[in-house]
């Protein structure tokens, strides 16, 4: 496959009804690596959105109307061809995003694996039977899908997030619409290619900025909204979500700690520290941003981390690289300013601190040092900012109970890592952690049967997992009688024994015999 010909095929375009239509140019779409032009994101217009929007309402209907079996072997055809294209479009990932085409691959790999996974779910797990609390009835419940889905992606995973949301989405019986990120929107465009085995309409794809997301969130006929991205955004879209009750995915910031305790293997936690911190050049919402390391390690630690981090390899993502560029020059002038502050605010830079030109063909990338800080303060904004770039806050504590009253303190509650191999710290970590994850010694690390997802201000909701289906699917309670019996314990005319007896009559004893029956009125 040549880039050059894909990027200008899918520029200027959206992917709608089965096919690619054009629409009018957005905004460049700029390789972060060197600052050059890849192709051009249209800007989908109002009307085409409304079209997009009721192609994905009549296709959800034909698509639900299949068997369950019928939608996961579709599903797997998915997967398969996923798999084929997975080289050519790591090699597009990561021209437009710059991250190492191993992190690519790898991204591909994992969204085939979310997809072969969610095709069997999606087909085991369609209700439940109830005990019933009236004799001869059936009770039960059914898993039912929200409708059209809408999903809001960041330019980290592109792909991944994407499929972990369309997995679980199109398992349960909805239609999808894609809003990718402006900076990987020419990637998720010729990844459309994946879903040529589902019906015309079930996928769909628009570009743009907040206008074309505003109008999908909005709109009366989409029925729920799954979002990745900022704390603010993601506000926004769950107060539009409010106007119409509409059920919304939001997975925000997450600014994770990783702790380090005296009986860890300090060599194994300093390497895993240094791919938690740099994994995609920090721009990883599981990154690890506040390092709590334990004072009788600290200094042990800090050296094998320093000489970890000081082999990185950092260039363009087609070549030998560990690291690759930030996605755009806004982020790195962000991060820049992040940094700045917190040595304002008294913190030390011991390794990196400043951009890199790599001259030549990279010398305009948006590359950044690999960072390392010390001489930290739990007060400093660091510790409450989502960095959200390659920059390693180290801060030494004196014990567990002080590293889990920092981590807890923070308003983020996305995951967190410890590194030890005391059982007691272990448990309580664990058990006292607040955040939707926890890793023991094994950093950033998802599985496509565990849910994903955070607390506090990093979100609601989960995705992947048993929990991940349920986001995208209603839960309807059905009560059958097949005899149509009529009851005189439950309807009208009520029981004269049943009735007020006055004051006088009604004892504490007689209330207490009067019969109980295990129900109640619908609304109850």
Not at 210 to 227: C, G
Request: charged share 20%; hydrophobic share 40%; proline share 5%.
């Amino acid at each position: 496959m040549n880039s050059d010909i894909e990027f200008a095929r899918v520029s200027n375009s959206f992917f709608s009804n089965g096919e690619y239509l054009a629409a009018p140019h957005g905004r460049d779409v700029i390789d972060p690596s060197n600052n050059t032009v890849l192709g051009s994101m249209a800007e989908v217009p109002h009307d085409d959105i409304e079209t997009v929007i009721a192609n994905a309402n009549s296709a959800q209907k034909l698509w639900y109307a299949k068997t369950a079996l019928e939608r996961a072997e579709i599903l797997h055809e998915v997967a398969a061809e996923m798999k084929k294209i997975s080289p050519e479009i790591a090699e597009l990932l990561t021209l437009e995003t710059g991250k190492p085409y191993k992190e690519s691959a790898d991204e591909m790999g994992w969204s085939v694996s979310a997809v072969d996974y969610y095709a069997e779910l999606g087909r085991h797990s369609i209700g439940s039977m109830l005990g019933s609390t009236v004799p001869g009835q059936t009770h039960y419940t059914l898993k039912e899908p929200m409708g059209t889905v809408v999903s809001i992606l960041p330019a980290n995973f592109p792909i991944l997030l994407l499929m972990w949301s369309a997995a679980a989405a199109l398992a349960a019986g909805n239609s999808l619409i894609i809003k990718p990120s402006e900076t990987a929107s020419l990637t998720t465009l010729s990844f459309m290619r994946a879903f040529d085995a589902l019906p015309a309409g079930l996928v769909q794809c628009v570009t743009g900025g907040p206008d074309v997301a505003k109008q999908l969130v909005s709109h009366k006929n989409t029925h729920m909204i799954a979002f990745t991205g900022s704390i603010s955004t993601g506000q926004a879209v769950s107060r539009a979500c409010a106007e119409h009750f509409k059920p919304h995915l939001i997975e925000a910031s997450g600014s994770d700690v990783f702790l380090v305790m005296p009986s860890a293997p300090i060599d194994v936690a300093a390497r895993a520290a240094t791919f938690a911190s740099f994994f995609n050049a920090g721009q990883v919402c599981t990154s690890a941003e506040k390092f709590l390391v334990h004072e009788d390690v600290y200094d042990e630690f800090m050296e094998a981390f320093i000489a970890n981090v000081k082999k990185l390899r950092i260039g363009h993502g087609l070549d030998k690289v560990d690291l690759g560029p930030l996605e755009t020059a806004r982020e790195l002038d962000r991060v820049e300013a992040i940094l700045a502050r917190a040595v304002e605010q008294g913190a030390t830079i011991t390794l990196g601190g400043k951009r890199l030109n790599l001259g030549g063909k990279l010398e305009n990338g948006f590359f950044f040092e690999p960072t390392i800080l010390e001489g930290l303060r739990p007060d400093m904004d660091i510790f409450t900012t989502e960095v959200f770039g390659p920059v390693a806050p180290v801060y030494k504590v004196s014990s567990f109970e002080e590293a889990l009253k920092i981590t807890n303190d923070s308003p983020f509650g996305l995951g967190s890592t410890l590194y030890s191999k005391d059982v007691e710290e272990i448990t309580r970590a664990t058990n006292e952690i607040v955040a939707g994850m926890v890793w023991i010694n094994a950093p950033i690390l998802d599985n496509d049967a565990g849910p994903f997802g955070g607390r506090k201000m990093s979100g609601i909701g989960r995705q992947l997992g048993a929990e991940g289906l349920d986001t995208f699917r209603h839960t309807k309670l059905v009560m059958i009688d097949p005899a149509a019996t009529s009851h005189d314990f439950w309807w009208f005319p009520y029981q004269d024994d049943e009735a007020w007896k006055g004051a006088d009559n009604q004892s504490a004893e007689a209330v207490e015999e009067q019969p109980i029956h295990h129900f109640a009125p619908a609304g109850a």
